[in-house]
């Protein structure tokens, strides 16, 4: 596992965590937020431009499904300004990594 994917998992772990916390209640991921979870993992993991993958936002290839992709973005949307103040490390990671691509 390269490093970029690790971290990203990791991001996105943080985030869906934020999100079934606050929306489903529970200190433990809901099923539906597991399923979800593990769905993303398993998209960063068979990217086809790994090891130097961008964001999903930026990618030029959504491969993920539309049902699912609605629910990622909806997670993102709520889950990033929190990020910031629970997960600062990975915040700002996150954003470098957007401004890498933006850079390119």
Known sequence: MKYQSKYEKKTLAAMV?????????GKKLCDDCEKLKEYA???IDRCCFAPDKPVC???PLHC???KR???IRE???FAGPA?????PLLSMMHLL?????KSK
């Open 17 to 25: 965590s934020i999100y079934c916390e606050s929306m489903h209640g």
């Open 41 to 43: 993992f398993q998209r």
């Open 57 to 59: 936002k930026k990618c």
């Open 64 to 66: 993920y499904n539309p």
């Open 69 to 71: 992709r609605k629910e």
């Open 75 to 77: 997670v993102m949307k």
């Open 83 to 87: 990020m910031l103040y629970k997960h």
């Open 97 to 101: 990594t957007l401004k890498k691509v």
